[in-house]
């Protein structure tokens, strides 16, 4: 089999935007970025003529939870009134009690349609189902690695259930690591937050993952409830608790961090810790907003995450872009290309994928081609806003992941939209009628 040359309008470089240059790929690596004259091609190629297209990186989603979108619309007779109160009343038992493996696979399966669809290529999923282990993970790969995209996988495990369920999540996580590493897809220790998980839990998690050389990733402030249950259990703020048990690393990975000092902020920046922020979902729990800028004046590494939440990841970007102008009255902050850099570049570098995030020979071949064809022109000056304001799922038309189409000319190529569409459907019509603990078989 040949190699892939995509002859584009522009690429979207490390060092900014390229005119008619393009891409080659052999194999699941990109041999060449370059002036489409310049690019190699032999008869048994495949040549893509994308003259009116963007060729970039795909994008990053640090944070899903695909179980999400049984949630999505659902009508539940609670009245949601704070955090707190959004998991205990609704979330933990309306959603998440209720998971098993038929309804763990209708979520995989439309998640990665909407991922693929929106441009990503790699992503980060949450799974929180006390009653959907053990399997549940491998449930998830099978149809990620179907799917075609690049994924870290993890079970939310936590004490909130009983010790006995906590240490079965653990097990499901330490166990898909060891079956995974190296691979696609793989696995990554997750827990909770300290208002369900003690010291010695906690401790145990990231020790489970360091022996296995993978990241631990916990929940970590996502709104005032849990500093103020850290204070009053443990007379400190959250990040100085895992920082006293030792928990804070270059291999950690924290996402949401809303509500987090100028002190906690030194000590994650100091530690290494890698961040994802859900701009989006943190609005919709009534969480706060995340102080992103401060976190980037650090120089912590930053990506983007959807939270299983809205998951046009366009929509997320503009959500980046657009509240911290708004909530620090301050339209400088934020640029376009930072947000960009978040959902490339620097998204993959805070979960640790070293060879994705960017397009540049000897990296893997994800990219994805956006149309161009804007009402004003894109140029090397605006092109990063042209992106992030006024481009959508729709204007993806290519998406590859490891050398492999998931979406040709619109059109998936792993997944039967339809008929993804259609299972999910039926599942959560069902869901949604049952009462609460029953089942879908």
Same mark, same amino acid.
């Given at each position: 089999m040949g190699a892939i040359i995509i002859h584009g309008g522009a690429v979207l470089t490390p060092d900014g935007l390229r005119r008619n240059w393009g891409v080659r790929v052999e194999g699941s690596r990109i041999d060449a970025v370059a002036a489409n004259g310049e690019l190699p091609v032999s008869p048994e190629d495949e040549v893509l003529e994308a003259p009116e297209h963007l060729i970039m990186p795909g994008f990053v989603n640090g944070h899903n939870h695909m179980y999400g979108f049984l949630s999505h619309g659902i009508t539940a007779e609670t009245m949601v009134t704070e955090f707190s109160s959004f998991l205990d009343d609704f979330w933990w038992p309306y959603v998440e009690n209720r998971l098993n493996h038929?309804?763990?696979?209708?979520?995989?399966? #439309?998640?990665? *349609?909407?991922?693929?669809?929106?441009?990503?290529?790699?992503?980060?999923?949450?799974?929180e189902g006390p009653n959907a282990i053990p399997g549940a993970l491998e449930v998830e790969r099978e149809i990620v690695e179907r799917a075609g995209l690049r994924g870290l996988l993890s079970f939310e495990a936590c004490q909130r259930i009983s010790e006995e369920n906590g240490q079965a999540g653990l097990r499901e996580n330490a166990s898909f690591m060891e079956r995974t590493a190296g691979q696609n897809v793989q696995g990554l220790m997750s827990t909770h937050t300290l208002f369900t998980c003690d010291e010695s839990f906690t401790r145990q998690a990231k020790a489970l993952a360091a022996e296995r050389g993978g990241l631990t990733h916990m929940?970590?402030?996502?709104?005032?409830?849990?500093?103020? #249950?850290?204070?009053?259990?443990?007379?400190?703020? @959250?990040? %100085?608790?895992? %920082? %006293? #048990?030792?928990?804070?690393?270059?291999?950690?990975?924290?996402?949401?961090?809303?509500?987090?000092?100028?002190?906690?902020?030194?000590?994650?920046?100091? +530690?290494?810790? +890698?961040?994802?922020?859900?701009p989006l979902s943190?609005?919709?729990?009534?969480?706060?907003?995340? @102080?992103?800028?401060?976190?980037? +004046? +650090?120089?912590?590494?930053?990506?983007?995450?959807?939270?299983?939440?809205?998951?046009? $990841? $366009?929509? *997320?970007?503009?959500?980046? $872009?657009l509240i911290h102008k708004a909530y620090q009255q301050d339209p400088q902050v934020m640029p376009a290309k930072t947000v960009v850099d978040m959902a490339t570049s620097m998204g993959a570098r805070a979960l640790h994928l070293t060879e994705t995030g960017s397009? %540049?020979?000897?990296?893997?071949?994800?990219l994805i081609c956006v149309r161009m064809d804007t009402p004003t022109p894109i140029n090397e000056h605006n092109v990063y806003d042209q992106l992030v304001l006024f481009r959508n799922p729709g204007d993806v038309t290519h998406v590859m992941a490891d050398g492999h189409w998931l979406k040709r000319d619109g059109k998936l190529t792993t997944l039967d939209r339809e008929r993804v569409r259609r299972e999910l459907a039926e599942v959560t019509d069902r869901f949604w009628k049952l009462q609460e603990g029953a089942d879908v078989k």
């Open positions: 038929r309804l763990v696979a209708a979520t995989t399966a #439309w998640a990665c *349609v909407e991922m693929i669809d929106s441009g990503v290529t790699s992503f980060a999923d949450i799974l929940h970590l402030s996502e709104s005032v409830f849990e500093p103020n #249950w850290c204070a009053e259990h443990y007379g400190k703020r @959250p990040v %100085e608790v895992y %920082e %006293e #048990w030792g928990c804070l690393d270059e291999n950690t990975l924290a996402s949401q961090v809303v509500q987090a000092t100028e002190k906690e902020l030194d000590i994650l920046a100091r +530690r290494g810790v +890698r961040v994802v922020t859900m943190n609005c919709e729990v009534g969480g706060g907003v995340a @102080p992103v800028p401060q976190m980037l +004046r +650090r120089g912590m590494t930053v990506g983007l995450g959807t939270d299983g939440y809205v998951n046009n $990841f $366009f929509e *997320v970007m503009r959500g980046a $872009f397009l %540049e020979a000897g990296k893997l071949a994800d």
